[in-house]
């Protein structure tokens, strides 16, 4: 069986360090689990492409720079860029056209009116009102009209997120839309153990941006009636400004700057809790990967209670809720786990176990699939605790 997987949006590499290209490598992953040939349709590359991957066919059209350089240019340049993915996929063949909704590409619709292939179109984010609300969109209508071709076409919309769905319904009512939140490899990260020595240490990993909320953590941190040590893996804006944080409150913090999703495992080894401190007041359409990942790493996990977050932590038994953009809560809940080692590593045995059965990336593959006449090759495998 042959899979076009096509992303035609120049803000997220194939090969890539954000949770989204990790996004695009684990679903290639798991379809190639199935036995299908896969082969990467994209505008962009990046340049840390994990050994394992190294022979999947990728076929590369970048984005064109317009000579104006104004977003309406680039607007242009995206759908002619996706339309020659399109063109390069009907040249190829697929039976599956699996696309990574983007702005302004109907490569899915392009391609399954002419072919009859299965149309998988994956949604992560109301792409139209975040591109409005956070950077520049010209053609908000023809962003409207592409979605509503692409959505239209799919023989499944994959909805990463209820309120996603409930988006992607809004405009297009006849979609016929799955959520399938994201997932986990806890073959590629195993459970950790806490390092004994010194102080806990509490990890955060992520983009270091402003709905990620970390500013929580370093405040939190200076809150704490319990010496424990702050790790942050990551990098992004906001860097600056979280290291003068830091150094005001008088925290000593481990900033490991930014690394590789196959970099991610070790530097989770020897903390003792994760944090996810999601801000109040942010559009919580997400299903956070870190989360999935503290937990498969074996971490118990203090997250905010906010959006999703509730379906992945399940409060008291995989790691605590607490209230968004509240320090002093945020302190309490790592407070509780670090002075009860024990209780903290139950909870983080129950979460790999938990992600183990439910939320691996074949796991999604399997919802985002069930009912399609696919010709599937191989058995699933699952990892084991």
Excluded at 18 to 45: C, D, F, N, P
Excluded at 172 to 190: C, L, Q
Excluded at 330 to 338: C, G, K, P, R, S
Aim: glycine share 8%.
């Amino acid at each position: 069986m042959r899979v076009a997987y096509v992303c035609a949006d120049p803000g997220v590499p194939a090969f890539g360090t954000k949770g989204a290209s990790v996004h695009i490598q684990e679903m290639v992953r798991a379809w190639r689990a199935k036995g299908a040939q896969v082969h990467l349709y994209v505008v962009r590359t990046g340049d840390h492409v994990p050994d394992d991957l190294l022979d999947v066919p990728v076929t590369h059209v970048p984005v064109g720079r317009p000579a104006d350089g104004g977003t309406a240019g680039r607007e242009r340049a995206q759908r002619v860029a996706a339309d020659a993915l399109a063109r390069a996929v009907l040249a190829d063949g697929a039976d599956v056209v699996h696309e990574r909704y983007s702005l302004f590409s109907i490569a899915l619709a392009q391609v399954t009116a002419r072919t009859g292939a299965v149309g998988l179109l994956e949604v992560n984010s109301p792409l139209v009102e975040e591109q409005a609300q956070h950077r520049e969109l010209v053609d908000a209508a023809g962003a409207l009209a592409a979605l509503r071709t692409q959505a239209a076409a799919a023989d499944r919309v994959l909805a990463v997120s209820g309120p996603v769905s409930d988006w992607v319904r809004t405009h297009v009512p006849s979609a016929r839309v799955v959520i399938t939140p994201n997932g986990v490899d806890p073959g590629r990260i195993h459970a950790v153990a806490p390092d004994r020595v010194g102080a806990p240490v509490v990890v955060f990993v992520g983009t270091l941006k402003p709905w990620h909320g970390v500013e929580h953590l370093l405040d939190a941190a200076a809150l704490a009636r319990r010496p424990w040590q702050v790790r942050v893996v990551g990098d992004g804006p906001q860097a600056s400004a979280l290291r003068e944080r830091a150094d005001r409150l008088g925290l000593s913090v481990d900033f490991r700057g930014a690394v590789t999703p196959q970099e991610v495992p070790t530097h989770l080894e020897g903390a003792a809790v994760a944090v996810a401190p999601y801000p109040a007041g942010q559009d919580q359409y997400f299903s956070p990967l870190k989360v999935l990942e503290y937990s498969a790493a074996a971490l118990p996990v203090v997250a905010s209670d906010v959006g999703q977050l509730g379906d992945l932590v399940h409060d008291g038994v995989t790691g605590l809720l607490v209230p968004p953009s509240d320090p002093e809560a945020l302190a309490a809940a790592v407070d509780a786990l670090v002075s009860v080692p024990d209780r903290a590593e139950r909870m983080g045995r129950a979460g790999r176990r938990r992600v183990v059965r439910q939320h691996t990336w074949l796991h999604v593959l399997d919802r985002a699939t069930a009912g399609l006449a696919l010709p599937w090759a191989g058995a699933r495998e699952e990892a084991t605790a």
